[in-house]
């Protein structure tokens, strides 16, 4: 039995969900096709069994063989917008709470420079 990775082992249950679905979608687009698991997995340049794990959705399939069976059913584009920085919400999300407390406190520099201005004129 093959060593399974901790990061693997550890996937969040939504995780592994959606590499189930995906499996099963990649499934259903060689089916359409009309291809049989054995030229599919020619075609993707692995062997039949990777194919059927893939198919599975084991989430020890390399993501290069996830990327050619995307490419195989012309949908390899949307990989570049996965990870996209304009996408990462969580990330513009800290960026906003950042430049958020940025503001205040200029903000209240200034009203501190402000009164302190104030206090030498008096």
Request: charged content about 30%; overall charge positive.
């Amino acid at each position: 039995m093959p060593k399974t990775a901790k990061a693997i082992l550890q996937l969040p249950p939504s995780t592994t969900a959606a590499i189930e679905k995906l499996g099963l979608d990649l499934a259903v687009a060689r089916l359409r096709r009309k291809e049989s698991l054995r030229s599919w997995a020619k075609r993707l340049g692995v062997s039949v069994p990777t194919l059927q794990r893939l198919e599975a959705g084991d989430p020890g399939v390399g993501i290069g063989i996830v990327a050619t069976a995307l490419w195989l059913i012309r949908r390899d584009g949307e990989l570049a917008k996965l990870a996209a920085p304009e996408q990462d919400l969580g990330a513009i999300e800290k960026d906003v709470r950042q430049a958020i407390a940025l503001g205040r406190a200029r903000a209240q520099a200034a009203a501190q420079t402000r009164l302190r201005a104030k206090k030498r004129e008096n």
